[in-house]
Every structure is written in C-alpha cells, then in structure tokens.
C-alpha cells in the first residue's frame, strides 16, 4: 500500500509530464489559430467587390433618358431624350435634339464620384459648345439610374437615365 507521499508524488510526476504535452499541443493549435487567422485576413481584402475599389468602372451599360438644361437663377430649363452607351473606357449617345445636348463618342475615365468625358468628335462653331458632353461631371449611381450633372455659374447640365 502506498502512503499518501507516494500518492502525491506520482500524480504530480504525471500531472508535470502531461503539463509538458499539454502546453506543446496548447502552441500547436496557437500556431495553427495564427495561420488561420492569417489566412482569413487575406481573404477579406481579396476579396473585395470591385464597386469598392476606386477607379473600377462600375456604371457601364445603355442607358436612356434625359439631359436638361437650367438657369438656377432664371429657373428657365429645357430638355431633350438621350441615349447614353458607356463601357470601361468608351462612350456613344444620341439624341433627340440636334446639338442639344452635343454626345456623340469618346473616352472616359472614372475616379470616385466623378467622370471624365473625352469627345473625339469634330464639332461645328455654330452651336454653344458648353452642350458637348465633355470634361469633368459629377455621377451618383443608385441601382440602376445613373444621374451625371455639372454646374457652371447659373447654368446646370444634367442627364437623368436608367439603364436598361
């Protein structure tokens, strides 16, 4: 029979041996926690929808509409229907009325909450060539309506579309 010294000393003999493993399995699961949690670290901003990354072109497709024209002073506004085709990198439109608004094709290029029209087409002197749709506008996309607008003293241009 053992005495109760012999008990102790055994159980504590053991619990140190097992203190041992259970400490190199507690840095085992600890560095595979750490990889893991590595891992998914990663993958969050991997995976990232491309609408959240500044400068993707989110808003192409064909649109329809219209663009009108107003003195904010005056409240004096015309309008006309358009069509509005963009792509990564391109736009084509069209028109109900002659020059009003000037689309026809170009570049353009995106950047946060504004776009950037490039038109490549020849234009006569006998219009206001404020109508061209060029240069730096505004854009607020909300599902599948696309507004682009842009003041210019009292003057504000803006295109009103939906997609589709």
Not at 33 to 45: G, V
Not at 97 to 103: D, E, G, H, L, W
Request: glycine share 6%.
């Amino acid at each position: 029979m053992k005495n109760r010294a012999e008990i102790i000393s055994e159980r504590y003999h053991t619990e140190s041996t097992d203190n041992t493993d259970f400490f190199a399995n507690i840095i085992e699961i600890m560095k595979s926690y750490t990889i893991i949690s590595l891992i998914l670290f990663i993958l969050q901003f991997s995976c990232t929808k491309t609408e959240d990354i500044p400068g993707t072109f989110v808003i192409s497709g064909d649109y329809s509409g219209t663009f009108s024209r107003t003195n904010i002073k005056t409240g004096w506004c015309c309008s006309s229907e358009v069509t509005l085709s963009l792509t990564d990198s391109t736009f084509t439109g069209t028109n109900e009325q002659q020059y009003f608004p000037a689309i026809c094709a170009g570049d353009i290029e995106l950047a946060e909450n504004k776009i950037f029209f490039q038109n490549t087409c020849v234009w006569p002197a006998h219009f206001d060539w404020s109508l061209i749709l060029s240069e730096d506008w505004n854009y607020e996309l909300f599902g599948n309506q696309l507004r682009i607008w842009k003041e210019r003293g009292n003057i504000e241009d803006e295109y009103l579309l939906k997609k589709g």
